[in-house]
């Protein structure tokens, strides 16, 4: 759209430190620090990813959180980001709150804006973040070994509850609705427990399928199987905030968007791990333990396998779609 | 979309040299030889920047030209792509022919495409491109000087009058018009240009907006105006294509999507410049001096100023987008 440098000039363009050049060029210049850049992409698109009518601060956060959390999974540390928005219109009042709440996340992570591309179309945002990790300690998927712990950060389930919320299939306290409601709108990348995790996690990804399937990932990547752990699973906050146990295990196993941190470390470090949770105020729950053939069991406490079929999520490539024209 | 991981599988998973790692984690990771990092960023959406039934091998292709284009202005080496590809439905004949384009774009170049999203919605492709450059070397936009003189590559004005023979506004006869509908459809980026001017020009960008406004963005940056010469412009070639004198005067100020080079150089480099364009076999034409002020002057061959104001792309800034709301 023509009045594209004047949205940029006006909304996008505030003072970029650590940066050799950001806007009013052809590129950006960057001066990396660090041995390795992280690269991450994350679009969000209206009436898939967020709704029309959602709070343009959130969604402004949201576009910007979850690629800082795909940083977090790698143990790196965020630092540049470019924004490709586009509009259907010019409303001046949604691109002022969605700078405010993209601004605020950028500030929260230490992340620069520092170029990016605005056009006219359905309503979309494109975030590419960098960041910076020496080579050694980023952390992938593929390095769980047979035996290590599996853990999940935080409260995963709170965004699928808030998503069931905003829906109006699910009726929560307010309180409750709230936090659920906060947890999908504002998410809260785990950036600090990433890079404590960089020299002790084998494997790490952000939870962002739901967890029996970034599990999925996880495992495949390390080719690996795993055990879980029933009565492990964080299941009790959601039920305590008014979901039914069976909500609770589907928000928890199968609920998407939820940005916490899902690792694999060795056992012989379970009291060091506990410990990062307990230095950052942060829940970390160990969940289950890798090891070796191809499934994924659920075992209750007696050690009986709990059926996973049910579990939505787990299955991420229908055929249908798969083979689909 | 639940089938992102198979079609970035299928379609845009081909190997990668020059990555410590891309695909199948959070992030890509990237070993930067050089001291600074260009990075920029853009949308090609459907309805706007090209049409639903274009063909998608040439979608495919200028999303990645669009913004290797501005690596070559800064004179820098392009090297890492992420794609963030948002798709109404899945089409594989579409997408198979969409990543050829791409992947064609990235061999001629040197990219890598090295991560990105794959989302559900309109049909829209952002790349955000990463190059490399030694820090002295880019050639930003602000460094032009009183005297310089004004170059700009190869032939603009091609693809607005290709533009105008898709929208059936225009009709030229068959060998012009491939050509025309080539220069939209195939932008090629002037990279090796770019790279020889590096410690030549003292400003640079590349012309997507047209060469008028393309240059007001040179000169505010560089806080200078200029005069152009009327006989200098490179009206003759797209005369003999068919196009009138009007048509050719109007695409080669005002056309979009040339992504050609317009760069500032010193008076006393013009034959270093000159023999830079005969060693790409790149026509490079010299069009006018920078000089003090802030005015743009047209002057025909006796002198005398033609207005400019019937050139539409000058204004880039129309109030009724700027204040809309």
Chains 1, 2 share one sequence.
Not at 80 to 101: K, N, S
Request: aromatic share 6%; charged share 20%.
């Amino acid at each position: 759209m023509n009045a594209e440098f004047d949205l940029i000039r006006r909304y996008f363009s505030r003072p970029v430190a650590g940066a050799l050049l950001a806007g009013g060029d052809d590129c950006a210049l960057l001066l990396p620090q660090q041995q390795a850049l992280a690269v991450t992409c994350d679009t969000l698109v209206a009436g898939t990813h967020f709704l029309p009518d959602d709070a343009p601060a959130d969604v402004g956060w949201k576009t910007l959180a979850v690629s800082v959390s795909d940083i977090a999974a790698m143990a790196a540390c965020p630092r540049w980001a470019t924004l490709a928005l586009t509009l259907p219109e010019v409303r001046h009042d949604w691109l002022a709150a969605f700078a405010e709440g993209l601004y605020a996340c950028a500030k929260a992570y230490g992340v620069a804006l520092v170029g990016g591309d605005t056009t006219r179309g359905p309503l979309a945002a494109t975030v590419t973040l960098l960041g910076e990790v020496p080579q050694q300690r980023a952390v992938r998927r593929n390095g769980a070994r047979a035996g290590d712990e599996l853990w999940v950060s935080g409260q995963p389930g709170r965004a699928a509850l808030g998503l069931q919320c905003a829906q109006g299939t699910l009726a929560l306290p307010d309180e409750a609705r709230a936090a659920c409601l906060a947890a999908l709108h504002r998410p809260q990348p785990r950036l600090a427990l990433g890079r404590l995790l960089a020299v002790r996690a084998t494997a790490m990804l952000d939870v962002s399928d739901g967890l029996l399937a970034d599990l999925g990932h996880l495992l495949r990547a390390s080719k690996l199987g795993a055990e879980l752990w029933l009565d492990a699973l964080p299941l009790a906050a959601l039920q305590q905030m008014g979901a039914s146990r069976e909500q609770a295990m589907q928000a928890v196993l199968a609920g998407g968007d939820d940005y916490e941190l899902l690792f694999a470390a060795p056992a012989s470090l379970h009291e060091e791990v506990r410990q990062a949770g307990v230095t950052l105020s942060l829940p970390l729950h160990c969940i289950g333990r890798c090891e070796t053939g191809e499934t994924v069991r659920l075992l209750d406490g007696a050690g009986q396998e709990v059926a996973l079929g049910a579990f939505a999520g787990f299955e991420h490539f229908p055929a249908t779609e798969q083979e689909g024209a």
